[in-house]
């Protein structure tokens, strides 16, 4: 922490693209956090890699395989550390990602839709 003409400052470690805070809230054990799921039409991505570089928890990976247009469609890597912010649905030019919330206490389910 560091005081800047009485402003105070928390400074963030920074360790592989993930931002850890120095402190922790108080009411951290009372609010539980969103989580959500990923569905991909692997048919309709085209792989721009637009959800992959603007995922602020780094979820999703660009895969080995191809889809039938030749392109390499993205994949929930990291599923368990979505929470559900929808910039990858909001951003993908073909509508081929859709975040769903997941409640508490259910699992997410891996799912990719192999449909057009």
């Not at 039409?41 to 928890?57: D, V």
């Not at 039938?68 to 993908?92: F, M, T």
Request: glycine residues 6%; hydrophobic residues 35%; contains cysteine.
């Amino acid at each position: 922490m560091v005081e800047l003409g009485g402003n105070v400052i928390i400074l963030l470690l920074v360790d592989e693209g993930v931002m850890k805070y120095w402190r922790k809230t108080l009411d951290q054990n009372k609010v539980k956090p969103i989580r959500g799921q990923i569905e991909i039409l692997k048919e309709r991505c085209k792989g721009c890699r637009f959800c992959i570089e603007f995922c602020p928890r780094q979820v999703l990976e660009e895969s080995a395989e191809f889809n039938s247009k030749g392109y390499h469609p993205v994949y929930a890597a990291r599923s368990d550390q979505c929470v559900n912010c929808g910039l990858c649905e909001l951003i993908c030019p073909e509508f081929a990602i859709k975040a769903i919330p997941v409640e508490e206490g259910q699992e997410a389910v891996k799912k990719e839709v192999h449909h057009v």
